[in-house]
């Protein structure tokens, strides 16, 4: 097994003393991999991926994760912030501190990766929900993060451009060798990752092959 680029171990966070919300949270994945990270409304998903961005710090355990990491939002408006496409991407270099002709470079490259040459100049309005998560990704991959945390991007896109992202993105691990963690509701989207991860009511329940994680998904809906 590949070394892993995201580890977690007995991680615990809440926002009281008494209110845990992750609770003793053990998890990896091995770097090169797209996982997917998947459980009830509530269960912490989200606050797991803000765990591992930096943007909380936990009451106790360890996270060790590459450094350079990009997010990927629900909803790619609270995200995507310059008039165009282009714009948005150079935006997201400011702190690098680079030649404009190095920028040019990176953006020019970043959208190659995700088949979005041609709209450079278009203006962010202009795109489709799904044109606007690969400009998201293109912004990670300008900064050439290693590891992308995307936490459910296909929730607002219609049928096709859920499927379209998803196997943009498995294409994106396996040729550029990123790593992805996906959170995600949807059953159907697991045959694209190497792995997966189910939470409950802020524990880690399962972690392994998307099959075996589907199969207990759908027992336990059946218990209900
Ligand atoms: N800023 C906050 N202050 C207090 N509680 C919060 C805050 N953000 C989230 N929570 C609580 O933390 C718990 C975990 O929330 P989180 O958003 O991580 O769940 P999730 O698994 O991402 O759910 P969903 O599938 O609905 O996105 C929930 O009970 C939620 O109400
Ligand atoms: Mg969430």
């Known amino acids: 097994m590949a070394d892993p680029a995201i580890q977690v171990q007995q991680l615990c966070f809440g926002w009281t003393e008494t209110q845990p919300i992750l609770r003793q949270c053990t998890l990896s994945v091995p770097k090169g991999e797209f996982w997917m990270l998947l459980g009830t409304n509530g269960s912490g998903k989200s606050t797991l991926l803000r765990l591992l961005v930096g943007l909380l710090t936990p009451q106790s355990g360890q996270i060790h994760c590459f450094e350079r990491v990009g997010f990927v ?3 790619p ?9 282009g714009a948005d991407i150079a935006f997201g270099l ?14 020019d490259e970043a959208l190659a990766a995700v088949n979005l040459a ?8 202009a795109l489709s929900g799904g044109q606007k998560q690969r ?25 096709e451009s859920q499927l379209d992202l998803v196997q943009a993105v498995q294409t994106l691990v396996r040729e550029r060798q990123l790593t992805a963690l996906w959170v995600t509701h949807r059953l159907n989207e697991l045959e694209y990752c190497d ?3 189910l939470m409950e009511k802020g524990q880690v329940v399962a972690q392994g092959k998307p099959l075996e994680i589907c199969d207990r998904l759908v027992q336990t809906a059946d218990s209900y």
């Open 135 to 159: 400009v998201a990704i293109a912004g990670a991959i300008a900064r050439h993060c290693e590891v992308l945390l995307l936490d459910e991007p296909t929730a607002l896109l219609d049928p």
């Open 73 to 75: 939002f629900q909803n």
């Open 195 to 197: 792995g997966a991860i």
């Open 77 to 85: 408006d609270h995200q995507l912030v310059m008039p165009t496409v």
């Open 94 to 107: 400011v702190e690098e501190h680079l030649t404009l002709v190095e920028v040019r470079k990176r953006v």
């Open 118 to 125: 041609p709209l450079k100049q278009r203006p962010i309005y």
